[in-house]
């Protein structure tokens, strides 16, 4: 029978990290299960300018690297696996991975959410370099550029809206020729005069040297093809939160979320969420990374009654 751990951290993004931090320097020498991507979706980006405490700004993944170095310096441990079972209807929980099986007094879920892609090519090599899932992180970047928004809902009207304040044009592309936005959304973006909206049409790939510079579109009436200019590509067609595993066993929203209380507590008692796992608003490291620290926190209490 493998040993019980005090405290299991699931994730190695902002989140978790900052959790594995907190709960280090408690003594509870958290083991923290990295998952498929160690630093999370803070990784993939390159320039990170709005993490305080880095006035000059830094890469994702150092950020993620300083984030592990400060959590190890603790004793935290952090494994290279991923959790693929979970049984919470007992204490100690119980939790496997490939490699195994482990058992903690306590968890903490930090498995964050991954944004949908459009899956075309030149989406992945331009991650960073004009393509964006984040207008809060990355709309500095494009101050008098070309803007394309992508989806037809909420997220799509809010960010174009919010995107606006940089963009010398936001154009809203959407496969359908309705908008899923609220009523009040579509008629402030219809007002806009820096926004139009390009109905019925798909971006099929995203070209450029080394960053965005055109996207090639085809319509979905007609199948005429396309190439337009554009400097910043922001998809929002929507987040997927990665709780599959959880399913049947801890209460969540229709679309996957995590349902936390105030402090961080899951629908069972010594299960802790933090992040993008619950989180479907914020969508920042720093408010990922806050999460994390609250439920550590609450962690230690929980172990230390
Ligand atoms: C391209 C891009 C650029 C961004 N830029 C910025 C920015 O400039 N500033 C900013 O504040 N925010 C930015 N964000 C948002 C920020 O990255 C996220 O808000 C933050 O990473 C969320 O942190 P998290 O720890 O909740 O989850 P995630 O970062 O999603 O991390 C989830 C972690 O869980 C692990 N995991 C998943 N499943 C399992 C499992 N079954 N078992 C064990 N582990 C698992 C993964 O391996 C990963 O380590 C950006 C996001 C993207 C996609």
């Known amino acids: 029978m493998s040993t019980v751990e005090k405290l299991a951290i699931l994730g190695a993004g902002p989140a978790g990290l900052t959790a594995a931090i907190y709960a280090a320097r408690a003594f509870l020498a958290p083991l923290v299960f990295v998952g498929p991507s160690f630093g999370g979706q803070i990784a993939t980006t390159t320039e990170v300018e709005n993490f305080p405490g880095f006035p000059e700004g830094l890469q994702g993944p150092e950020l993620s690297e300083r984030m592990r170095t400060q959590a190890e310096r603790f ?7 991923t959790i693929t079972r979970v049984d919470f209807s007992r204490r100690p929980f119980h939790l496997w991975s490939e490699a195994g099986e482990y058992q903690a007094q306590a968890v903490i879920i930090a498995t964050g959410a991954t944004p949908r892609k459009l899956g075309v090519p030149g989406e992945d090599a331009f991650i960073g370099r004009g393509v964006s899932y984040c207008a809060t992180c990355d709309g500095f970047f494009f101050r008098d550029k070309e803007i394309v928004v992508v989806g037809g809902g909420d997220s799509a009207f809010q960010e174009a809206l919010f995107l606006t304040k940089f963009g010398r044009r936001v154009r809203i592309v959407h496969r359908r020729d309705q908008f899923r936005a609220g009523a009040t959304l579509q008629k402030r973006v219809m007002e806009h005069p820096k926004i139009e909206l390009v109905r019925s049409t798909v971006v099929e790939r995203i070209l450029g040297n080394g960053k965005v510079e055109r996207l090639e579109l085809r319509s979905t009436q007609t199948e005429q093809r396309w190439t337009t200019e554009a400097d910043g590509v922001f998809i929002f067609i929507g987040h997927e939160p990665n709780t599959q595993l959880f399913r049947g066993q801890l209460a969540m929203t229709d679309d996957g979320y995590l349902i936390v209380d105030n402090r961080l507590h899951t629908s069972v008692e010594g299960v802790f969420a933090a992040g993008e796992v619950h989180d479907n608003w914020f969508r920042q490291a720093i408010t990922s990374a806050g999460f994390g620290c609250m439920a550590a926190m ?8």
Do not use: N, S, V
């Open 298 to 305: 609450e962690a230690e209490k929980f172990l230390d009654h």
């Open 75 to 81: 004793g935290a441990r952090l494994i290279e696996e």
